[in-house]
């Protein structure tokens, strides 16, 4: 399975001219990439304060958007996450459209994040993030912050999540926690994790890219640096159910303890 990864710089307030972005990335992208990956809240960035005119009322504008390039493309989009407005609220959402055009999965960030102050303008997801399938494979997405909290990617493995997605806008200031929490994950759930962060500034805030890929057993699969640019990686499940059969982890689980 082939999976490419936009580490976009995220014009911020401009959710048009990110949408037009998104859209010349995907025209180039070859035939054979099965899923394409795109970074949180890529339609705003972190214009928190203006988030009520620039959120996508009820996804009227990008899930046609991302639906009818899916089926164009004969892609799936792991369309990280954007700005989403409902019933007076704004969510950080996540979306997941397969290669047939429809919306599969979603998922309304559960973490918000104090240092951003994102509580004072995101309403938070009340339920915790469900698998779905692209090619029959058990995948699932967290988003930015959840990282910080291991039990939601748990959570996921237990439901058979072969692969978790991370898109994000990390800051460049706690890279090193974006790498270990990444490595984390990946080794103790024994899944590839996939993860698509920002760079470039939104007035204060640095994102710091460094998207990666890492593979069950922790080993760093290809990663991105600091500028706007696109990672391609193949990732492999019989390699996985080798190294779920050497260290047999699930198996050794004490639900009765924990
Ligand atoms: O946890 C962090 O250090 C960064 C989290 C973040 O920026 C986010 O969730 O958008």
């Known amino acids: ?116 102050n994102e509580h004072h303008y995101l309403t938070s997801g009340e339920k915790k993030p469900t698998v779905y399938k692209l090619d029959e494979v058990d995948m699932g997405t967290i988003i930015c912050y959840d990282l910080r909290f291991p039990e939601l990617s748990r959570s996921l493995a237990l439901e058979d999540a072969k692969v978790i997605f991370v898109p994000a806008q990390w800051p460049k200031s706690r890279i090193d926690h974006w790498k270990a929490l990444l490595r984390a994950r990946a080794i103790e759930n024994q899944v590839y994790v996939i993860a698509c962060n920002s760079v470039g500034l939104c007035d204060e805030n640095e994102f710091g890219g460094n998207s990666l890929v890492y593979g069950p ?28 059969e050497a260290i047999p982890i699930f198996n050794s689980l004490r639900t009765d303890l924990y």
């Not at 949180?40 to 960035?45: I, L």
């Not at 958007?65 to 989009?77: D, G, M, N, Y």
């Not at 397969?98 to 599969?104: A, L, M, T, V, Y």
């Not at 080993?219 to 500028?227: G, R, S, V």
Request: charged share 30%.
């Open 1 to 116: 399975m082939k999976i490419a990864l936009y580490q976009m710089h995220v014009i911020p307030g401009k959710p048009e001219e990110n949408i037009q972005k998104i859209d010349q990335w995907f025209d180039q992208l070859d035939e054979d990439i099965d899923i394409a990956v795109l970074p949180e809240m890529w339609n705003t960035s972190y214009r928190l304060k203006d988030l009520n005119e620039l959120a996508d009322n009820d996804g009227e504008v990008i899930l046609p958007f991302l639906q009818k390039k899916a089926k164009a493309l004969k892609k799936h989009i792991v369309a990280g996450s954007i700005a989403y407005k409902k019933d007076q609220e704004i969510y950080n959402r996540a979306i997941v459209i397969n290669k047939e055009g429809s919306c599969i999965n979603t998922y309304d960030k559960a973490h918000l994040v104090p240092m951003l």
């Open 217 to 244: 057993d922790g080993t760093l699969m290809d990663n991105l640096y600091y500028e706007e640019d696109t990672l391609i990686v193949e990732i492999d499940f019989e390699k996985q159910e080798q190294i779920r």
